[in-house]
């Protein structure tokens, strides 16, 4: 078999033959052979067996046929090296025995040990880097949506506190956002050393902020996480997460390839408000895997249309893939998102 570049091409704003797809959240529980791995070990004590940790990552590729694969791992796997103790609780998400409260929480963060702490995420990016046909990215979470958890100690609706901390005591935040934006940049080069050959930082929560705010308390350090990566040959991508719209005309100075855009925008008036300056991956709103395949495929021709009126589209959801998903539905979408952007580019 040969090594399927298209979606490294599409990053790099190059011709393709069809359309690279792949899904946030692809590995997971839609699937009935993860749900049986995941009754016998949690997420984190699948990480932690790197050829467990590899198979599971490896798992939708072929059964979906995408053109690229996402290292099973969770955004807060590195904070654990950072001092910060967790648990991913079923039904919640990530959970903080201690969240951060205190300007000495903060200043108790240490520096990553990524070989030290983390070489099981590393082994398996090893693994795959030997197995996989597609290329591989990896990932991290950006600095605000790691934040979220850190503060509000698990999910939240509004930030409240996380926002209480920017507000009130920003020169601790930005020593938060400064220790943070380091912890990603060194995770992200153990990756590439690794064999990652792509990697997005996940900004899920970013569009909580008004525009103002996102570019005060945290576009910097999105700004310097990919200034200091940009000697990196591989695509980088940066997901500012849902309702991030707005945010778009203000991420021309991030040295990123490609931008994740959500489902509240159109392809065509994200690349707008990009400056036509990025690569663009999305945008099927997750929940649409519920309706007729006839509708899915409606919506997905409109998102296609768009992508392929220039180069540089990746096919994708505007977020994550819920448990609730039909894997057939899936397996149809990506043959139907190949076939019909290989005629309409043949066109
Ligand atoms: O995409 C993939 O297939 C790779 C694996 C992956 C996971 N988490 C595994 C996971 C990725 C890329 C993530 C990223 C992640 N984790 C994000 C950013 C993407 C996004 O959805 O916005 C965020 C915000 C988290 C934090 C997190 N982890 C939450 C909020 C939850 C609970 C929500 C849920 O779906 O249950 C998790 C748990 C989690 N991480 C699961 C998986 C497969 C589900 C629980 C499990 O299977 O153990």
Redesign the pocket.
Known sequence: MTYNDRFLRACRKEQVDRLPVW???????YDPD?RKI?EKY??LE?CQQPELAAEV?MM?IKKLNVDAA???????NPVASIGVDFD?V?????VIDQPLRTVADIDRLRPIDVEGDLGHVLETIRILDKELQVPLIT?A?APF?IAS?LIEGR?SKNYLRTKALMYNEPAVWHKLMDKLGDMVITYTRAHIANGGKAF?I?D??AGALSPADFKQYVLPTIERIFSELSDLPQPKIY?P??SSAELLPHLSNVKADVIGLDWRISIAEGRKRLGDKFAVQGNLDPTLLTAPMKMIKHYAAEIIDQGIEQPGHIFNLG?????EASLEKLAELTAFVHEYSEKAIAK
Request: hydrophobic share 40%; net charge positive.
């Open positions: 899904y946030m959240r692809q590995a997971g529980r993860y995941k949690s997420l699948i990552t939708p996402i290292l099973y791992s969770d955004i807060m991913i079923a039904g919640i998400g990530p990932f979470g949506t958890y999910p997005q996940f899920s929560w997901f997460g849902v977020h994550g893939l819920f448990p």
